[in-house]
């Protein structure tokens, strides 16, 4: 080979070899390793020492805090990733992670909410339904938003029986295109979650993404708990009842859609772990990570990319 490639491979070793010295000195790295090996053992562990000297890595199991795992994903982890996050720590928790408490399951609280709208009758006959009152609470259930809603054709038929609507909330009621650009504001990036979710949406003229939608009267972990048929088509007042052992929807006085929204995220937190679980084994599979791929070259982990700041200065 040329002298010229054979000396700059030869400074690219030397770099290698002080770098693992200065890593040996600091007792980071074992001296029997062997970093230009492709054993598996070498390069991750290098890497995660690196990562952890850099501070990048995360927390070993062992020394993690309960609440650890809500701080393992970034604020825009999209929803397949926290269903995956659900399912590893689920597999970790009769495991090395066994003092992440199932409370730890719960994450990113934040970024879930429960809607409810109540419809009053428009158009010929008033079989139209146009939203007249939103309602959307947190995950702990406290309302976040609560208003009722003009509707953009003339109110044939309040449906008060049903919807609690009357003539008198609509004189402080907010028109239609306001109402929905407050609503979605609210609903964005966010898990929904809600009963017959489809027809809250569509009172928004509204499409949420699926993979963000929880659906509480399609859920057949819900269902089996309830010991209901799958394909039963079953109402919030009947879930509620079964496994809340609450009563909602009742008197003459229409639906609190807040008291709805509350019932609906009651609900999904009843069955979260599983719900998620299951959602979980349902992705497609993740391709495998280069970092703990045993075929990588376990040399790269000493590449500058790798090399923390203040490491590489008492190197050199």
């Known amino acids: 080979?040329?002298?010229?490639?054979?000396?700059?491979?030869?400074?690219?070793?030397?770099?290698?070899?002080?770098?693992?010295?200065?890593?040996?000195?600091?007792?980071?790295?074992?001296?029997?390793?062997?970093?230009?090996?492709?054993?598996?053992?070498?390069?991750?562990?290098?890497?995660?020492?690196?990562?952890?000297?850099?501070?990048?890595?995360?927390?070993?199991?062992?020394?993690?805090?309960?609440?650890?795992?809500?701080?393992?994903?970034?604020?825009?982890?999209?929803?397949?990733?926290?269903?995956?996050?659900?399912?590893?720590?689920?597999?970790?928790?009769?495991g090395s992670c066994s003092r992440v408490q199932m409370s730890s399951l719960v994450l990113r609280p934040g970024k879930y909410v429960a809607i409810d709208c109540e419809m009053v009758g428009t158009g010929p006959q008033g079989k139209l339904s146009e939203l007249a009152r939103c309602s959307v609470v947190n995950y702990e259930g406290d309302v976040i938003y609560d208003k009722y809603v003009l509707p953009e054709l003339p109110i044939v038929d309040y449906r008060t029986r049903w919807s609690?609507?009357?003539?008198?909330?609509?004189?402080?009621?907010?028109?239609?295109?306001?109402?929905?650009?407050?609503?979605?504001?609210?609903?964005k990036d966010k898990i929904v979650v809600g009963h017959a979710i489809h027809n809250d949406f569509q009172a928004l003229k509204y499409f949420h993404p699926k993979d963000r939608t929880r659906d509480t009267s399609q859920s057949p972990v819900l269902k089996k708990r309830a010991r209901l048929p799958i394909r039963a088509n079953v109402s919030l007042k009947n879930l509620a009842r079964h496994?809340?052992?609450?009563?909602?929807?009742?008197?003459?006085?229409?639906?609190?859609?807040?008291?709805?929204?509350?019932?609906?995220?009651?609900?999904?937190r009843l069955v979260e772990v599983q719900w998620e679980?299951?959602?979980?084994?349902?992705?497609?599979?993740?391709?495998?990570?280069?970092?703990?791929?045993?075929?990588?070259?376990?040399?790269?982990?000493?590449?500058?990319?790798?090399?923390?700041?203040?490491?590489?200065?008492?190197?050199?």
Not at 298 to 316: G, I, K, N, V
Request: charged share 25%.
């Open 164 to 187: 609690g609507i009357t003539k008198q909330h609509m004189k402080n009621a907010i028109p239609f295109k306001a109402a929905q650009a407050e609503i979605l504001k609210i609903l």
């Open 243 to 268: 496994l809340l052992h609450k009563k909602i929807q009742v008197g003459c006085k229409g639906h609190s859609s807040v008291e709805d929204a509350q019932t609906a995220m009651e609900l999904y």
């Open 1 to 94: 080979s040329p002298p010229g490639r054979s000396k700059k491979k030869s400074r690219k070793h030397q770099r290698f070899m002080a770098r693992r010295a200065v890593l040996e000195q600091k007792g980071l790295l074992s001296p029997h390793g062997r970093l230009g090996s492709q054993t598996p053992e070498a390069g991750p562990e290098a890497h995660a020492t690196l990562a952890e000297a850099n501070g990048t890595a995360a927390p070993r199991c062992d020394k993690v805090p309960k609440r650890i795992a809500s701080s393992s994903l970034s604020p825009s982890a999209s929803p397949d990733s926290i269903a995956r996050h659900h399912s590893v720590l689920l597999s970790q928790g009769k």
């Open 277 to 316: 679980k299951e959602l979980a084994h349902s992705l497609p599979p993740r391709p495998p990570s280069p970092v703990t791929d045993p075929a990588a070259d376990s040399s790269q982990y000493l590449d500058d990319q790798y090399w923390p700041t203040d490491l590489m200065a008492s190197s050199l």
